[in-house]
């Protein structure tokens, strides 16, 4: 048998220039791994790398006029990494660039189970923020954990793959994020900006307001199931579509969101078209809920990790061994599984969880 996946750690700092360039030449190979990947991937879709290239030509324009500092970052990890911006472009707006494509995969972007347990119903007062992360399972070779400190604004602990700017984490003034695939209607959207950016936006707000305006009212291409909390004991799910956004609290204590519409509104508003795709979001919500629930005034990591490693319904898991959904054979799975100590600026993952051989490594973040 292969050695249990790990993933490799990096921490730069400075400015967007200095971040940009340290963390292309640290993760020169894995980004190299995450564009063997997506060149597969595209081309499957009916799209050549040049037509690719092009279009990511067009995502830096739109980059450019939207966040100049992420903009300089995504420069110069091409440079760190000896590649061409526009194959950096590539691995962010992949969703984007695949919406586009002739014959577009069935799952466009990420799965995931998410949870959020409040001060109140942890075993310490801690906030604790949870996610399985479901997407193509051969990413397991280009995840990498970021530290990532800027001359300004908030340090943060990040999870993506190679080449991503954002995905999941935590940042030093306690605001903490994860997100989850939803697909509606209202896909795709025209104008929009790739998620990583207004995620980044978000993970580099100082203040809980700031994150959610962020996300609100950014331009989005494509929905996105968005939660964001706070160490201080705030909790939101955003549930947002190239149009509108609707938004989910806290229900006696915990906020948990799979793939699929939750909300009033949104369930009134939009055709869910995601429910196709991936009908065992329905109970995965539901399972991780009930084991929370079950350890009500005593939920810490550990019992949030136990959560997001149920295998009710297997394959089709909130624990997900590799599993063909399409017809080109690609593989989904549980990349990792992703857990928060908001309070205490720590990120616990465990790679591969359907790996009975996988453990658990704890990151902390250092202002």
């Known amino acids: 048998m292969s050695a249990p996946t790990t993933f490799p750690y ?17 993760a020169m190979d894995r980004l190299g791994t995450s ?13 050549s790398w040049d037509e690719a290239l092009q279009a990511a030509n067009r995502f830096i324009s739109g980059l450019d006029r939207f966040d100049r500092d992420q903009a300089t970052e995504l420069r110069a990890i091409a440079r760190g990494a000896g590649v061409r911006p526009q194959e950096v472009m590539i691995i962010n707006a992949r969703t984007d660039i ?3 494509a002739p014959q577009p995969p069935a799952l466009l972007d990420d799965g995931c189970t998410g949870a959020i347990a409040m001060p109140e119903v942890t075993a310490d007062g801690h906030l604790i923020h949870g996610q399985n992360w479901d997407w193509r399972a051969d990413c397991k070779n280009s995840v990498v954990i970021v530290q990532r400190r800027p001359e300004v604004g908030p ?5 993506f793959e190679a080449g991503t700017l954002t995905r999941c984490g935590l940042n030093s003034d306690g605001i903490a994020m994860t997100a989850n695939f939803l697909r509606c209607d209202h896909d795709p959207g025209q104008g929009g900006v790739p998620s990583p950016f ?3 936006q978000a993970l580099s707000a100082s203040t809980f307001a700031d994150a959610v305006e962020r996300l609100m009212t950014g331009p989005r291409s494509f929905s996105n199931n968005i939660m964001l909390s706070d160490a201080i004991g705030v909790a939101i799910n955003l549930e947002t579509t190239p149009r509108e956004y609707y938004w989910t609290k806290a229900e006696d204590g915990l906020l948990v969101h799979a793939n699929h519409f939750t909300s009033v509104a949104g369930q009134a508003r939009v055709f869910d078209t995601g429910l196709m795709l991936s009908a065992d979001t329905l109970y995965r919500e539901d399972r991780v809920r009930a084991a929370l ?16 490693a149920d295998e009710f319904g297997a394959p089709y898991a909130v624990n997900s061994a590799p599993v063909a959904r399409n017809s080109h054979g690609d593989d989904t799975a549980t990349v990792a599984s992703i ?11 465990v790679p591969t969880p359907y790996d009975p051989r996988s453990q658990a490594v704890t990151y902390q973040l250092e202002a």
Do not use: C
């Open 155 to 159: 340090a943060s602990l990040n999870l």
């Open 10 to 26: 990096y921490e730069v700092e400075g400015d967007a220039e200095a971040i940009g360039l340290a963390y292309g030449r640290k």
């Open 339 to 349: 857990v928060m100590d908001v309070t205490a600026r720590e990120m616990t993952v």
């Open 98 to 100: 695949l919406y586009g």
């Open 35 to 47: 564009l063997e990947i997506y060149r597969s991937v595209l081309r499957d879709a009916g799209l």
């Open 293 to 308: 629930v079950a350890a009500h005034g005593a939920i810490d990591v550990t019992t949030m990790l136990d959560a997001l």
């Open 198 to 200: 207004l995620r980044r």
